[in-house]
């Protein structure tokens, strides 16, 4: 087991790029955001069932120990075989000519927003609530991006930059 976690994050990366020209970029985002939710809520489901000691804190048994780092290591790899490299080739595609230097720009500025945020918020919710709801939360996040994908972005596999009419 300790082989198959030694994998770098980057070689999913080329499975997106594998992927992204025959499934398209659609699909790779709605599987990635499906596959980061449902191992956020495994996760979240671990914490919250796990054992509780004052002194110790949160405590894992090996099994819930060991589902935890799988879930943790499957998150990783649906999100660098999907969002991580397919919302960049997205970006380069689905603006106008005219407007896709200040689009890029304000996309990039709400991306690293987002991530920010993510980065703020953990310690916050962490405090107000346990482990457990603060990765249910993200969870929530993750089926929320997969709506949203499958409501507002299109499909550019196959497109021209002409044709991008957003």
């Known amino acids: 087991m300790g082989q198959c976690l030694k994998n770098d994050p980057a070689e999913y990366t080329f499975v997106a790029i594998a992927l992204v020209d025959r499934i398209g970029r659609r699909p790779l985002l709605l599987a990635?955001?499906?596959?980061?939710?449902?191992?956020?809520?495994?996760?979240a489901i671990i914490f919250a069932t796990a054992d509780k000691d004052p002194g110790m804190?949160?405590?894992?048994?090996p099994i819930a120990g060991t589902?935890?780092?799988l879930a943790?290591?499957?998150?990783?790899?649906?999100?660098?075989?999907s969002w991580g490299p397919v919302v960049w080739v997205m970006l380069g595609e689905m603006f106008p000519n005219q407007c896709r230097g200040a689009a890029l720009a304000i996309c990039g500025l709400a991306g690293w927003?987002?991530?920010?945020?993510?980065?703020?918020?953990?310690p916050i919710l962490l405090s107000m609530f346990d482990l457990g709801i603060t990765y249910m939360i993200y969870a929530a996040f993750g089926l929320v991006a997969w709506f949203f994908?499958?409501?507002?972005?299109?499909?550019?596999?196959?497109?021209?930059?002409e044709e991008m009419t957003y």
């Open 32 to 43: 990635g955001a499906l596959g980061q939710a449902v191992m956020l809520a495994i996760m």
């Open 57 to 61: 804190g949160l405590v894992l048994g």
């Open 67 to 69: 589902g935890a780092l």
């Open 72 to 81: 943790a290591n499957a998150y990783i790899a649906f999100f660098a075989a």
């Open 113 to 122: 927003s987002a991530n920010f945020l993510v980065t703020m918020t953990f």
């Open 149 to 161: 994908v499958r409501r507002f972005v299109q499909e550019t596999k196959g497109r021209t930059l």
